[in-house]
């Protein structure tokens, strides 16, 4: 009987665990099947860590030419939206995390809002079903893109004031109005996504040959209305994507695909300053992601569980078990609890408490696994109430930036809005379409992370900044969904508790657990042992990819250095 039961859990889990399979190779982070080892680089004064080279090259010249790190990162974040369009982006939207150099820490939140007419329906087929057609692949799944709101402001706030928000987009205006030469992971991932691209001339017309082909690598990828969008933002400010004849385009544009947004959403969009996570661990202070984002709440209830273990003595293979442990329930509190925090009560303060860590780590069996049903999100604290890319920089001034942004799948939904170059997100998969119909990622949600309008759906995406006495000490974020927070922990106790240094915290295979499916997934190349641990505590244990690209930046005694993770080609870290 127990049997046939776990069988039936099992099932089901791997049902869901192919489908976030399927979405897991269509998204930023994944090209080798086996995890290389990332190369230290070494920088006195500033580094740019990104996932392409043009790119970090133009952050690390803002750099040189006296910038802050926030400058360096806005103009990256442009320059990527031209070199690394399947995941840099105008249109779409993410989350920066800001230490500067007077102590102060600040987050920007420029994620994508849902269109006034969309509602709590809008991702269900006619049975009431969750449609993921709708909400992955159709016009509908288009927020409103947050990109140039969240730089713009950042710049405004927290720039140097040296440069102008013209000069930092003049590199991205002339690598798109010049070409430059596809290469890398930009290359890797175009034929793959074509079909979702190839659905739309107006897309075609720029990534793809006269005969219809996509480009490949070699070939000149050359932008020029994307150049004229720019432009005209460089000009006008912000307000020339989000009013007038752009902001009329994308309407129009996702409009004519089917979708539902107005030049009116454009108009009301807003980039949102929020007080930032902050947790400590072992004596360092975690400065991470609000919400809408789950990642910086789930990042600190994992290590708060995790700080009340010993970790540096025990095992890989016991470390790795407790890890997988803390993520489940973190997981299934996210599921729960987790939306957006201007529409949906949040209890921040308890979740992210060491009190309620302890209570959970008192459910954590050290030799055997806890089978995720049996995990009840939130215990007593219900009274109270999947294309993305990561950059990490930092100055000669003191100041931090880690940035991760997103189409949400590889070249979003793969629709550019005709005659503005602009191409366009499918991030409202991120919303739980239904109660216990999984995103693409497999994600579960509730209520707190229904659809509806004006709505943020809940991310995962995680920039953080770790500090040791009160300055930048670890800068790190990733791409991959659901795979990201589990990451980025990972980066984080791999330099904490076992005294990696950056280049092998970054490398290292790692594990991943979602609470559902409960299964735990170990990347390739996760040693024997652990994997053999795991089965013995009675997890189901999965070898596989696990595509996500952590560029991080570890400070050092004399400067920085940083690591750009391997599992993605073209990835640089580059300083002076
Ligand atoms: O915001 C989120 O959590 C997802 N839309 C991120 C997607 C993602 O990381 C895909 N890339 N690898």
Redesign the pocket.
């Known amino acids: 009987m127990q049997n046939k039961m776990m069988l039936t859990r099992f099932v089901r889990s791997c049902a869901l665990c192919l489908l976030a399979a399927v979405s897991f190779a269509s998204?930023?982070?994944a090209q080798t099947s086996e995890v290389g080892r990332a190369q230290a680089v070494t920088a006195e004064h500033g580094m740019v860590v990104a996932q392409e080279a043009i790119a970090a090259r133009v952050g690390v010249k803002v750099l040189q030419d006296g910038g802050n790190a926030i400058d360096a990162a806005v103009a990256t974040g442009f320059a990527m939206a031209v070199t690394y369009p399947r995941?840099g982006n105008i249109g779409g939207g993410g989350f920066m995390v800001i230490h500067r150099a007077n102590g102060e820490d600040t987050t920007i939140d420029y994620r994508e809002t849902a269109p006034g007419a969309i509602n709590a329906k809008s991702f269900l087929d006619a049975q009431g079903n969750a449609d993921p057609e709708k909400s992955r692949s159709s016009a509908l799944a288009i927020g409103v893109p947050g990109t140039v709101a969240g730089l713009a402001m950042a710049e405004a706030k927290y720039g140097s004031g040296k440069f102008t928000l013209a000069e930092l987009m003049a590199p991205a205006i002339a690598l798109a109005r010049d070409g430059f030469t596809l290469a890398d992971d930009t290359a890797d991932a175009l034929p793959r996504d074509w079909p979702r691209l190839k659905r739309w001339p107006s897309s075609v017309r720029i990534f793809g040959k006269a005969d219809g082909s996509p480009l490949a690598d070699g070939d000149k990828l050359v932008q020029p209305e994307l150049a004229d969008t720019l432009a005209a933002i460089a000009k006008d400010g912000p307000q020339a994507l989000y009013q007038g004849p752009i902001a009329e385009k994308i309407a129009a544009g996702v409009q004519a695909a089917g979708g539902v947004m107005t030049a009116d959403d454009l108009k009301n969009y807003r980039a949102i300053e929020r007080a930032p996570i902050r947790g400590s661990y072992r004596g360092y202070t975690i400065v991470s992601m609000p919400p809408p984002s789950s990642g910086g709440i789930a990042l600190v209830e994992m290590l708060n569980i995790l700080e009340g273990y010993d970790l540096a003595r025990e095992s890989h293979a016991q470390e790795l078990f407790l890890m997988t442990e803390a993520m489940k329930r973190a997981y299934a509190d996210r599921a729960f609890f987790l939306g957006d925090p201007d529409v949906v009560k949040i209890p921040v303060p308890r979740l992210t408490s060491k009190g309620y860590a302890a209570e959970w780590r008192a459910t954590i069996k050290p030799d055997r696994a806890t089978p995720a049903d049996d995990i009840r999100a939130g215990g007593e604290v219900r009274e109270e109430g999947?294309?993305?890319t990561h950059f990490s920089v930092v100055d000669q001034f003191g100041n931090a930036v880690s940035n991760t942004y997103?189409l949400?799948?590889?070249y979003g939904v793969g629709l550019v809005a005709a005659g503005t170059g602009i191409l366009l997100n499918n991030?409202l998969d991120?919303f739980a379409a239904k109660a216990d119909s999984p995103n693409a990622?497999g994600l579960l949600g509730d209520e707190a992370n229904a659809p509806g309008p004006g709505k943020r759906p809940l991310?995962?995406?995680t920039p953080t900044i770790v500090l040791k006495d009160g300055k930048p000490f670890l800068i790190t974020g990733s791409?991959?969904?659901?795979l990201?927070i589990n990451a980025v922990l990972q980066v984080v106790t791999n330099v904490i508790d076992r005294g990696m240094d950056i280049a092998t915290a970054v490398s290292t295979p790692r594990v991943h657990n979602q609470w559902k499916p409960d299964i735990v997934f170990a990347e390739n190349g996760v040693a024997d042992d652990i994997v053999a641990t795991l089965q013995a505590r009675g997890d189901t244990v999965m070898v596989r990819r696990l595509?996500t690209s952590a560029n991080s930046i570890l400070a050092a005694p004399t400067g920085f250095i940083g690591a750009a993770d391997p599992r993605t080609r073209g990835a640089l870290a580059a300083g002076y």
């Open positions: 998204i930023a982070g995941a999947r294309n993305t997103t949400n799948f590889s991030e991120d990622y991310s995962s995406m791409p991959g969904g659901s990201i595509p």
